[in-house]
């Protein structure tokens, strides 16, 4: 038997599509890319689904007060005496805080210990942090006229943290500095970290939807109705224009989507009673 002279002559197209490099460059990177976004939002919510578990009473330990330090300390001795006044009295807003979230939360099922601090700053806000503390400033006393609009705003953060909402997006933050740790700098890479943010600020506004309703639902049982709840919203809306594209990129929903529920849960009292006014240190 006669073997053939040298190998046979492979066929120019074998193996080989009629693609041009670019577009094959291009459907690999693609893979790549959606690869990484699907990879952002396992890992968010894998964040979101481990967060809440981490028991509070962990969470108020680590992220308790820090003790003073000497050079504090020593600092704080030598402006004591000009400002003993306006610390005794931020003391007692602070005490009142509390007692009104007290009272708010009487009614509730195991309710989670929180700390309220005030802050003496014109910006209108407030918001909770991990550990249960709960900041609130003058500004927010200055845009609500009853004790009932402030504690929407007082229950909207409890629900915040009895959600665990700040520990999670901790969690969530976290596991994105981390994604971008393990892909290093690159187009793809500063692509994904744009579309895990987009992610977590649309699961923002989700956890904000549900602080309002749980908020609602914490006016509701209290004071029997949840008239004023909208007072400082109303605010919120006359100082700012919203379109509705912007949503995305907030973390927030839209003022005018919120008001829209807390209109849609407004019961009427069963006595009209007129809404209860601000404790006198809140005044």
Known sequence: MQLPQGNPKLPDDINNKDQKPLLDFLLLAAGVVAGLLLLSVVLLKSAQWLA??????WERDWFASLPETEEDSASNAVTS??????????????????????????????PLPVTLHWLEEDMPNAFATVGGHI??????????????????????????VKLRHPITLVAEQLSLTTLNLLIGNSSASALTQQG????LLSY???MERAADRMALDILQQHYGHTEGAAEFFDHM???QAQSAWQEMF??????????????????????????????????
């Open 52 to 57: 809440p578990h981490v028991p509070y009473q």
């Open 237 to 239: 809306l006359s100082q």
């Open 250 to 283: 907030q973390t927030h929903p839209m003022t005018s989507e919120r008001l829209q529920m807390i209109s849609a849960s407004n019961q009427p009292a069963r006595t009209q009673t007129p809404l209860t006014p601000l404790p006198n240190p809140l005044k």
């Open 196 to 199: 895990g943010w987009l992610a």
């Open 81 to 110: 005496a000009d400002q003993t006044a306006d610390q005794a009295s931020n003391y007692t807003k602070e005490q009142a805080l509390n007692a009104l979230m007290s009272r708010l939360l009487a009614g509730q099922a195991a």
């Open 135 to 160: 900041f609130v400033t003058s500004g927010l006393l200055q845009q609500v006229s009853s004790e009932n609009a402030l504690a929407m705003v007082l229950a909207h953060e409890y629900a915040h």
């Open 204 to 206: 923002s506004r989700d």
